[in-house]
């Protein structure tokens, strides 16, 4: 397993066709968990420094769909997936696909976020993504979206904090 750290969060690679991402955040598991799916707070920090949350959509429950769009600089950035699996606030499961690819259903991931009460009323967030095989997860990292989602997470840690 290959472990960086190039800011807050620790990025691995347990297995070959996957990415474990782990962070702790200073709110409670709650907190974070309605920062990480109320549309309206989506847009505060999912695009991080990158650019604006154009659209928020989520229809959270198993078998709904998720939609987020930023503007990055005049470039549409697109993601889009369905919920498999919801306990609030302790895990969630749902399908990524960036829209921005060649038949990007064929290249579906699966997210599971975990979020374990930390120490001093934090949080401990796990996000394991899983992908086709190790040729897409090895794209994923070449694009360099551990410097996206830093900043992303950051965002995130501030609005959950902030509620």
Not at 35 to 57: C, F, H, M, N
Not at 109 to 116: A, G, I, K, P, R
Request: charged content about 25%; glycine content about 12%.
């Amino acid at each position: 397993m290959t472990t960086t750290t190039k800011g807050t969060a620790k990025v691995a690679t347990p297995e070959a066709h996957q990415i474990l991402i782990t962070r702790e955040f200073g709110a409670p598991p709650a907190l974070v968990w309605r920062a990480y799916t109320t549309p309206d707070l989506i847009k505060r920090w999912w695009a991080g420094q990158r650019g604006t949350v154009t659209s928020a959509e989520v229809d959270l429950r198993v078998g709904g769909r998720w939609r987020y769009v930023m503007d990055a600089g005049g470039h549409e950035v697109a993601f889009r997936g369905e919920y498999r699996e919801i306990d609030e606030p302790a895990r969630l499961v749902n399908t990524e696909i960036y829209e921005g690819l060649p038949d990007p259903d064929d290249h579906a991931s699966v997210v599971t976020v975990t979020f374990t009460p930390g120490g001093t009323g934090g949080t401990t967030v796990r996000m394991l993504c899983e992908y086709r095989d190790q040729a897409d997860r090895d794209a994923v990292l070449s694009t360099g979206m551990e410097g996206g989602m830093q900043e992303s997470l950051d965002a995130l840690d501030e609005v959950a904090a902030g509620l």
